[in-house]
C-alpha cells in the first residue's frame, strides 16, 4: 500500500467520524449551507449569463436576417428597374421603327381626304 493512499483513507475516516457525531454535524453544517448557497449562486450566475449570450445571438441574427431581407428587396427593385428600362427601350424603338407596308403620314391623311370627297 502506498503512503498516499494509507493518508487519503487515514483522513477520511477522521472526516467521517466528525462528521457522524452530532457535534461534527452540527459544526460542519454552516459550511456546508455556505457551499450549497454558493453554488445556488453561482447556477443562477450562469442561468442569467447564457440567457445574455443567447439574446445577444439572436439580436445579432435578427440583424443579419433584416440586412439580408433588404438587399435582397434592392436586387429585386434594381431587376425590376432593369426589366422595365429594358421593355420601355423596346417599345420606343419599336414605335419609331417604320414598318415596310405603312404609308408615310403625310400620304395617310391625303388619303383620307380623297376618301371623304368620294
Request: no cysteine.
Amino acid at each position: 500500500m502506498k503512503p498516499f493512499q494509507f493518508a487519503l483513507g487515514a483522513l477520511t475516516g477522521a472526516a467521517a467520524v466528525l462528521l457522524l457525531n452530532r457535534q461534527g454535524t452540527q459544526r460542519v453544517r454552516p459550511i456546508a449551507k455556505a457551499a450549497m448557497k454558493a453554488a445556488v449562486m453561482a447556477y443562477h450566475e450562469a442561468r442569467v449569463q447564457s440567457a445574455e449570450l443567447a439574446e445577444a445571438a439572436e439580436d445579432l441574427f435578427a440583424e443579419a436576417k433584416a440586412e439580408a431581407t433588404a438587399d435582397i428587396f434592392a436586387a429585386a427593385v434594381a431587376a425590376a428597374q432593369a426589366k422595365a428600362a429594358h421593355a420601355k427601350h423596346e417599345t420606343t424603338s419599336e414605335a419609331t421603327a417604320k414598318p415596310e407596308n405603312a404609308t408615310p403620314p403625310g400620304e395617310a391623311a391625303a388619303a383620307r381626304a380623297a376618301g371623304e370627297k368620294a
